[in-house]
């Protein structure tokens, strides 16, 4: 399994929305690398659910739910998507700063590359902001 961070602004497109859905085509990616990485993802992979602009926070927990196809939003046919469905919200949002104040997240792809909109994260990363969020799981993939 791998693991991601997906952003999304809370006034076009919030965690709320998110959990009404239950699975969401996560459209509208306009930018090469986080092209690349949403064509990484594979069915099963998790990903945190990040507020930007807005709170800038990580929210929630989804799993993707449908590998990436093309994104039905591009006429051009250049640009894709993946399907990701709601696993559970943070029990404790974590936020920005506190992220860019704990040196073992310093080389985590949101603080280095804070524009791009999909971006990976590694597995000690993943488990360093699962317990920051009181995420509580065994191994930090699973909710309780």
């Known amino acids: 399994m791998n693991y991601w961070l997906i952003k999304s ?9 998110q959990v009404a859905n239950g699975v969401e085509p996560w459209t ?3 930018n090469h690398q986080a092209k690349k990485n949403l ?10 659910f990040y507020h930007s602009n807005v709170g800038r926070e990580i929210v929630g927990v989804v799993e ?18 993946v399907d990701v469905r709601t696993v559970g919200p943070l029990p404790r949002p ?4 506190e992220i860019k104040a704990d040196s073992t997240l310093a ?32 191994d930090a993939t699973d909710a309780a």
């Open 9 to 17: 602004e809370p006034d076009a497109f919030s965690w709320d929305e």
């Open 28 to 30: 509208g990616v306009r």
């Open 39 to 48: 064509m990484a993802m594979d069915v099963g992979d998790r990903a945190f």
């Open 64 to 81: 993707v739910a449908r590998a990436a196809y093309p994104d039905p939003t591009d006429p051009q046919g250049r640009w894709i998507c």
């Open 94 to 97: 974590v936020t920005l700063a």
């Open 107 to 138: 080389d985590l792809a949101l603080v280095r590359q804070s524009r791009l909109s999909v971006v990976p994260v590694s597995q000690a990363h993943w488990t360093r902001l699962c317990r920051m969020g009181r995420w509580a799981a065994t």
